[in-house]
Every structure is written in C-alpha cells, then in structure tokens.
C-alpha cells in the first residue's frame, strides 16, 4: 500500500511541475523581454529626438534646432498651410491685422492664434512676446530683419512670396524637417502627389486654351505669368499661360497688352469694391478679348488664388479652376 501512495504522490508532483513549467513558458518570457526591450528603445529614440540638435539649411544659412518647436510664429500665410497640413497650430501669424484673410480649409484645421501684425512689417515686439521657439520668416520681405527675428528665436527664411509651385514643395520640405516631422511631411506629400495626379486626369489632353491669372484692383492689372506660382500650379496639371516666363512673375499691364496677348480664359482675383476692369469693360478692346468673348473670366478668391500659396490651398485652387473649366 505504501508503494501505491508513494507512486501516486510521484506522479502528483510531475503534473505539478509540468504545470509550472507550462506558466513560466521561456518563449512566452522571451517575447515579453524582446517587448519591454522595444519599448524602451522607442521611449529613448523619442527623447533623443526631443534633445537631438539638427541643422536646417535655407535662404539665409543654417540655423540649428533642438527638440521639438511648440511655439511657432509664421510670417507668411504659405506657413500657416505648411503647418496646418502637418496638424501644427501656429501660435502667431503675420494675418495683415485680419483674421479673415486664413482661407476656410486652413482655419479648421488650426487652434486661435495671435496675429503679429502685417506680412510687411511684422511686429517684432508682439513676436517676442510669444516666446517663440521658432519664426519662419520669407526672404524678400524679411531678409532685412533676419538678424532681429534670430536673436528672438532660431528662425528660418525661406523663398515665399518670389516662389513658384516647385519652390512652394521644397520650403514645405524645409518646414516639416524643422519641426521634427519629416515622416509625416512625407506621407503628407504622398498625398498631395496622388490628388495632384487625380486632378491632372481631369484636364483633357487636347486643351489649348491659354489661361491668364491676374489680380485686379483700382490700381492696376497684374498678371501673373507662367513662373510665378500661381501661373506655374496652373502649368503642372497642363494649363498653358498665355504670358511666358519674363524678368518679372507679376506683371501690371495695360488693357492694350492684355489684348496683344489674347487670353481664352481669364481668373480675376478681385481686390476691393472697384477696379480697372470696371473701366475697361465699357472699351471694345476688352470686349473683344477672346475670354470676354467667350464668356469665361472667372471671379475667384484673392486669398486662395494668390496670397495662399501652399500644398492645402493648391489642391483647392485646381479644384476651383477646373470646376469653372468643365464643371456642368
């Protein structure tokens, strides 16, 4: 009998032990130590990225960055859309003194902000206020004030106003790496690629029409040619300008040259209650302009079309151009 209970108590302990082994699992133990190693791994890459210094390369020189900016100050609107399209609120922005010239697109996608005066002049003293930990300021209207923006915050310049649509993709590239998010700059560009093609697919091969952007207001007719952005965002997806590259991108022309150049369609983004066009449609030279003849000049959004320019207001430009082109 005590051989039976000393076999049964043998077998007891086995299972026992073939329990405790199953619980302790060293593969299970394995893949929990690779997980917590992973884990720590991403939480110290994350706070070297927060601490790591690079240095970002634009107009002005190279101007090193440490961390991550969370207090960002733009002094054009095209930065305002290059963060928005990154899910970046500035927290200062050069508005003209009016809020209502951040196009509808951009104002969703950003929290409130402070306006820091006029893309022209600034206010350094309301800048400095923001405790700024990066400005991102434009080469011809600030140039002459980089060092002052510089001694506020690490400040980039970067071609703006004088860019074309290439240039306006290369300064977008500048700022996502400046604010530490080049992999999401990347997906964000991706995008803009796949919708650039979808719109492009829109346009009919055949398409000879020249197209003619220009802002018109009391003081003048300026056009704007096939090298400025707007005229070249309209050549990428097969527009044809009907003014070539010249020594300037925008152009103020009299009715007499607009007529030599004949555009068949015409996007006029109007600024103020009046302008020249008022005085030249009772003239029967802008009468027989081929897009008055044909009833194509279109009345679009100034701050869309021309003060705008980045990838969120450029997809919306083309959407806008080609529903007035071959919209039912």
């Excluded at 060293?26 to 992973?38: F, G, I, L």
């Excluded at 796949?194 to 300026?222: C, H, I, N, Y």
């Excluded at 320019?309 to 007035?324: K, M, T, V, Y």
């Amino acid at each position: 009998m005590k051989k039976i209970y000393f076999m049964l108590l043998l077998s007891l302990l086995f299972v026992l032990a073939a329990c405790g082994a199953e619980e302790t699992n060293p593969e299970s133990d394995e893949e929990q130590q690779e997980q917590t190693e992973a884990d720590a791994e991403g939480e110290t890459e994350e706070q070297e990225g927060q601490s790591q210094e690079r240095v970002i390369s634009h107009e002005m020189g190279e101007t090193p960055i440490t961390g991550t900016p969370e207090n960002i100050v733009v002094l054009e609107f095209s930065y305002v859309d290059a963060l928005a399209a990154l899910d970046i609120s500035p927290v200062g922005i050069a508005d003209d003194n009016d809020s209502e010239r951040i196009i509808e697109p951009i104002s969703e996608k950003i929290d409130d902000y402070t306006s820091v005066g006029t893309r022209k002049q600034p206010s350094l003293e309301v800048i400095s206020s923001l405790q700024p930990d990066l400005i991102i300021a434009d080469l011809q209207r600030h140039k002459e004030i980089y060092d002052q923006l510089n001694d506020i915050a690490p400040t980039i310049v970067l071609a703006s106003l004088s860019a074309d649509y290439q240039g306006i993709l290369d300064g977008f590239e500048v700022i996502a790496e400046a604010v530490g998010k080049e992999e999401k700059g990347a997906e964000v560009m991706q995008a803009h690629d796949e919708k650039m093609e979808e719109l492009r697919a829109q346009v009919p091969e055949d398409e000879e029409r020249t197209v003619l952007p220009a802002v018109v207001a009391s003081s003048g007719f300026f056009a704007h040619d096939d090298n400025s952005y707007t005229g070249s965002l309209l050549a990428s997806i097969g527009l044809d300008n009907a003014i070539k590259s010249g020594d300037e991108r925008y152009n103020k022309i009299n009715l007499e040259q607009v007529v030599e150049f004949n555009p068949d369609v015409m996007f006029h983004m109007v600024a103020g209650d009046e302008t020249v066009v008022d005085e030249w449609e009772e003239n029967d030279l802008y009468q027989g302009i081929s897009a008055v003849e044909s009833d194509q000049v279109y009345e679009v959004n100034r701050n869309m079309w021309s003060r705008f320019r980045g990838l969120i207001s450029s997809e919306q430009i083309l959407e806008d151009a080609i529903e007035h082109l071959y919209g039912e």
